[in-house]
């Protein structure tokens, strides 16, 4: 039986608060096989992890990730009313390959190009990738393929993946054409006719997300995806087991 990899969503974000160095550090200690995490630029220029535009969803603070220089942005709390982790501090990317790297696990940097198009977010986090030498253990992944194909352009060599939901005809076709490493689809687009078969015969991976649930993990795996994307990565990996 095919065993996916576990890649913990935003870190292991059902047990710590969401793309936070203690979600990622318990993803390790879990034994998720990577993580995935969204990136998106400070007001001086930083690559820096967080999921929203804005930070008041997941912090005490107010404002737009592009409005506030990384001074400020580290001076609130990001618990995101998980209260036995208070005092966390929002994470670069360079804090990430810190943590990570010693790790062996993958890391699945999403874009966040989808609203704000911050200026050389691409170049920037591709430098870091380079600069921590973690090129083989980096796969970028964003709803803005043109951000996608700007990393293709970078590094050519760089591992990527089309993030989508919903409806797009023969999105195995389209990543073919476009040299991509695999497709991103959410858990109910794996329902498209023949999907599966079209990115086996393309040599696209499927990475899944976000599967949650008992019935969503075995549905994936059953599927025969490449990776599952999960908040709960030690549920999924106590349910699916690991290679
Ligand atoms: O990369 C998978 C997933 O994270 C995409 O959606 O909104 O959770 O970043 P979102
Ligand atoms: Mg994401």
Redesign the pocket.
Known sequence: MNKPLIWA??GASGYAPENTLPAFALAAEMKADGV?L?VQLTKDGEVIVC?DERIDRTSNGHGSIGSLTLAELKKFDFCNRMYAYEGTRIPTMREVFELLEPTGLTI?I?L?TGIVFYKDLEEKTVRLTHEFNMQDRVIY?S?NHYSILKIKEIDPDALTGF?Y?DGTYDMPGYAAAHHVTAL?P?VYNLQYPHYMEDCVAHGIDV?V??ANSKADLLYCRDKGVHAI?TNYPAKAIELLGKE
């Open positions: 969503h935003r995935e969204d999921h699945n999403e966040k992944s709803f993030l939901s991103h959410s990475n997300w976000t994307i």
